[in-house]
């Protein structure tokens, strides 16, 4: 005979804690019906599988055993049986069979619920009126999302504001964000403030940027931006993008366009779409920073793939038409479909403009063996011209040395001066550089520098997907110094490393 195994609830106290006089017994010993259970289990049956993780949960029937009840619990979840589901929640809540992990606990929660669970829901309303913080969030949740029960967001504001006035700076931060979507700036205020003066970096964020904008609360634009600053510092990608703001407009801080650029760099390798656009356009613009096409391409690329298609389509046709820019992306379009002499067209017009990337992509068509008239010598002594101050123009010229195409090949010489351009921060020799010191190719072989130039490109947003294959695996062996961390190695793998210049130039 199957029974269904209930989560009991929520909070650590109504885990499963009492042992039954069975706790002891074995399988051997037990009766048919429970041997015919665990018959059912391992041949896959979900509703068996969830049972007996209940067994070595509880250690009824079976010696108690966290690690077990999870295996087979995640067994079952993964057919699809909601109860195993929330079950396995209850783990990551308690720590049980794995390490603790609220956020994980969660979601298995209100994945729980979401797929039918109407008892785990009703449990935790049960909770959370008796005042259990982390019941109220979940039912706060499930009314926000419309998970297991229509959307309502007054009743997503009760639960909250429950958990809130507990103290719970989770609840704070997120009532704020709750009640500053519904357009109650004031009373959203309020709840950040004390989020922030709990520490909470996020609530510490929206409480300096309201400060700043004047949002819900009279405009104190330097301690907002004192505030702000605290948060950028501390890692949070959205205050760094920010920050960026503030130095670029003089908000709150002393106008620095060099710390604005710094700042929207940290942001966009950390994937903020705003910062990657707006760094676009400093190196376009040339604002805090030399001018760079390569770099604008690159960042305008990135943008693309996070919503800015439009806002770049009208820059190319209605704003900057006709302009160095737009002659240097339909350059790079045109050598990419090996148009070589459409190319040196358009990239004489950047060179005549003043702008090194013209002279630099000039080069590169010269040297191009493909090019009916390429000239070996003469694409070198143009990237020379430039390399002192180029990042790029070091990174092919390394590439040519390296490959001997038209020079004699040239190891030491090819890292010099990948060397250089990693040290000006360029991506691609930072990635190149590192496989070179991965693979003991030129160089004398190293993990540890390898990793090095890894986490620097890795950082800045432009790894790429060999090098993030490599990095992987560094963290999967735990070479170059670092621990072996799996979960490290696949979060890495499942980044998008993908250059995305050539879906840009569709647009040129």
Known sequence: MRKRLYVLGIAISLAFCLIDVYAQQTIEEATDSIKNIMALAKKGDAVAQNEVGGWYYRGRHVRQN?????????????????????????????????????????????????????????????????GNVFSNMLIASCFQNGFGVAKDLDKAEQYLTNAANRNCVTAQRDLGLLLLNGKRSREAFQWFKKGASSGD???TFY?????????????????????????????????????????????????NAEQAIKWYKSAAGKGVPNAQWKLAQCYREGIGTD?????ALYWYAESLQKGYSRAFRQL?????????????????????????E???????????????????????VIANPNYAKHNIKKGIKLLDDVSKTNALAMYLLGALYEAGKGVNKDMKVAVAY???????????????????????????????????????ANAQGQLNENAAKRYASCYENGWGGLEKDSVKAEEILKTDCKNHVSEILKLV
Request: charged share 25%; net charge neutral.
């Open 66 to 130: 966290y690690e077990e009840a999870l295996q087979w619990w995640s067994k079952s979840a993964k057919q699809g049986n909601v109860e195993a589901i929330g079950n396995m929640g209850l783990c990551y809540q308690t720590g049980h069979g794995v390490g603790a992990d609220s956020l994980r606990a969660v979601k298995l929660y209100q994945r729980s619920i979401k797929d039918g669970n109407k008892a785990l829901f009703n449990q935790n309303v049960n909770l959370a009126e008796k």
């Open 418 to 456: 990948m060397t250089k351009a990693a040290d000006m921060g360029y991506g691609a020799a930072e990635c190149a550089l590192a496989d070179m010191y991965f693979e003991g190719r030129g160089v004398e072989q190293s993990y540890q520098k390898a990793v090095a130039l890894y986490e620097k």
């Open 342 to 364: 459409t190319a040196l067209k358009e990239f004489k017009i950047v060179e005549k403009a003043k702008i090194a990337d013209g002279k630099v992509m000039e080069a590169a």
């Open 207 to 255: 409480y300096g940027k309201m400060l700043v904008e004047g949002l819900g609360v009279k405009a104190a634009k330097k301690e907002g931006a004192n505030y702000l600053l605290k948060t950028a510092e501390a890692g949070f990608p959205q205050a760094m993008y920010y920050i960026g703001n503030c130095y670029m407009d003089g908000e709150g801080l002393t106008r």
């Open 316 to 340: 190319i046709v209605d704003s900057i038409s006709g302009s160095p820019f737009v002659a240097y992306l339909k350059g790079v379009k045109a050598y990419t479909n090996k148009d070589f």
């Open 291 to 295: 001018i760079n096409f390569d770099q």
């Open 201 to 203: 970096i996020s609530s």
